[in-house]
C-alpha cells in the first residue's frame, strides 16, 4: 500500500474506515443474541466457542458440544485459539468477548476492502478495483456475516483473497521469498479453514503455464511452497496423531456433516435433527462412542444413504448448487416461508442471484476480452464450493469467495476500454 500514489492511499483508508464503521454499527445491533444464556451461551460460537472455553480453562483443545466430551478434531485450529486469547483477556463468554470478537471480525472483513481493490487493480485496471472496494464497504453479506457468526469465515474471505492476490503476483514471478511466504499462507489457511485447499492445485497448474525455459526453477519454487504448507500443518498433524494414535489430517467432521446433509428429510439443505449439537439423542451417542467413533459411524450411514438413494442425493446435491449461488431450496421452495421473515428471506434470493448472474457476466466479460486471471476466477467459482455440494450448503459457506464475485460484478458494471 506503500507504494500506491497518496491520493489512491487516502481513498483507500476512507474506503477501510468507512467500511469498519457500517460495520461496527451493525455489530450494535446484531450482537445481544451471542449472549444468550440457553444451554451456557451455546450461541456463542458454538463449536468454535466451546473449543475456546475448554482452551481458555485450561482443558485444552476438546468439548466442541454442548456437554464435555473430551479432546477433539473437529475444527481446525486458529480460530478457536483465536476466541480463546480473547476469552482469556476479556472472559469466557463475556459481553466483552463478544464485543472484541465480533469486532475482530468486522475489522477483517474491512481490511478486505484494500485486498479486493489490490486484486482488481492487477486483474482488471483501477476502476474495477475501486468501485469493487466500495461496493465490499456496503455489501450486506460482509455486513452481517462477521456480526451474526462467531466463526472463522471472515478471517478466512480475507486470507483467501490475499492468497488470490499472490497467485495473481506469482504469475510473473519466481522470487525464493515469494513462494515460500505463499506457502506458509496456504498452511495459515489451511488451518483456520482446510476447504481452501480445494483450489490450490488448480492454481498451481494455472501458474505453471510459463514458458519451458523457466519450468524447471518453477517446479522447484512450488515445491518449496508445498513444502512449507507441510511444514505449517505439521504440528496440528503430529498433535491430532498424538491424541487419536491415528492421522486426522486437519478436522474429523466429515463423516458427521455427510450425514447431516444426505438424509430422508429434505425440507432444508441440512437435516440439523441429526446434528449432535442439536440433538440430544445425537449428543448422547456422541458421548457415548467417542467423537471418531461417533463420526466413522455417520460417514458409514451416509454412504448406505447415497447408495439406497442415488437419485435423491443426486437431487440434493444440484439443488445445494442452485442454493449456493440463488439462495433457492428447489427440494422444498416453502423452505424460504417456514420461519424467520419471508419477505427478508425473498430479498436475500433476489440479492443473491442477482450477484451471481453479474459475476457471471464479468468472467464472460474476462474470457472474451483473454484476460488471463479469468481462468483464475473460474477456478476459485468452480472448486471451492465442491465440497459444500455434497454436505450443506449456506450463504455463509459461499462467503470466502464472495470478494471475487464482488470484483466480477463491477467488472460487468464498469465500461473497459
Request: glycine share 6%; charged share 15%.
Amino acid at each position: 500500500m506503500s507504494s500506491l500514489d497518496p491520493r489512491i492511499r487516502r481513498s483507500l483508508i476512507r474506503i477501510i474506515l468507512i467500511a469498519l464503521a457500517v460495520r461496527l454499527v451493525a455489530l450494535g445491533f446484531l450482537y445481544p443474541p451471542r449472549l444468550a444464556p440457553d444451554r451456557d451461551h451455546y450461541a456463542f460460537g458454538f463449536e468454535t466457542g466451546r473449543i475456546a472455553q475448554a482452551i481458555a480453562s485450561g482443558q485444552g483443545f476438546s468439548s466442541p458440544m454442548p456437554l464435555p466430551t473430551g479432546p477433539t478434531a473437529w475444527m481446525a485450529p486458529v480460530y478457536p485459539y483465536v476466541v480463546a486469547a480473547i476469552f482469556k483477556v476479556c472472559g469466557i463468554y463475556s459481553k466483552s468477548s463478544a464485543l472484541v470478537v465480533l469486532a475482530l471480525q468486522d475489522f477483517f472483513s474491512a481490511l478486505t476492502c484494500l485486498v479486493i481493490f489490490l486484486i482488481g487493480q492487477e486483474s482488471f485496471g483501477f476502476p474495477v478495483g475501486l468501485k469493487a472496494a466500495w461496493i465490499w464497504a456496503f455489501f450486506p453479506y460482509a455486513i452481517y456475516v462477521p456480526n451474526h457468526w462467531v466463526w472463522e469465515t471472515s478471517l478466512t474471505t480475507l486470507l483467501l483473497a490475499f492468497l488470490f492476490l499472490m497467485t495473481l503476483h506469482l504469475a510473473t514471478s519466481v522470487r525464493a521469498r515469494d513462494w515460500l511466504i505463499y506457502g506458509s499462507l496456504w498452511g495459515a489457511a489451511a488451518l483456520t479453514s482446510p476447504v481452501v485447499l480445494f483450489v490450490l492445485p488448480p492454481f498451481l497448474v494455472w501458474l505453471w503455464r510459463r514458458p519451458r525455459a523457466q519450468q524447471l526453477l518453477l517446479g522447484r519454487r512450488m515445491a518449496s511452497s508445498v513444502g512449507v504448507l507441510c511444514l505449517v500443518v505439521a504440528p496440528w498433524f503430529v498433535r491430532n496423531y498424538v491424541t487419536f494414535g491415528r492421522v486426522i489430517p486437519f478436522r474429523s467432521n466429515f463423516g458427521a456433516v455427510l450425514r447431516m446433509g444426505n438424509s430422508e428429510d429434505l425440507s432444508s439443505p441440512r437435516n440439523d435433527a441429526l446434528n449432535p449439537s442439536e440433538n440430544e439423542v445425537e449428543l448422547t451417542d456422541f458421548r457415548r462412542l467417542g467423537e471418531l467413533a461417533y463420526v466413522a459411524e455417520k460417514k458409514q450411514q451416509a454412504g448406505e444413504f447415497i447408495r439406497s438413494h442415488p437419485s435423491t442425493f443426486a437431487w440434493v446435491s444440484i439443488g445445494r448448487i442452485v442454493e449456493t449461488w440463488t439462495g433457492i431450496w428447489p427440494p422444498a421452495p416453502s423452505y424460504l416461508f417456514r420461519s424467520g421473515w419471508p419477505a427478508f428471506k425473498l430479498l436475500n434470493v433476489l440479492f443473491c442471484l442477482s450477484f451471481s448472474i453479474l459475476a457471471l457476466a464479468g468472467l464472460r466479460r474476462s474470457f472474451r476480452i483473454k484476460n488471463p486471471a479469468a481462468w483464475l476466477y473460474l477456478i476459485l467459482l468452480a472448486f471451492f464450493p465442491l465440497i459444500y455440494y455434497v454436505t450443506s450448503s449456506h450463504i455463509r459457506f459461499r462467503h470466502p469467495i464472495d470478494p471475487q464475485i464482488v470484483l466480477l460484478a463491477a467488472a460487468a458494471l464498469t465500461k473497459q476500454k
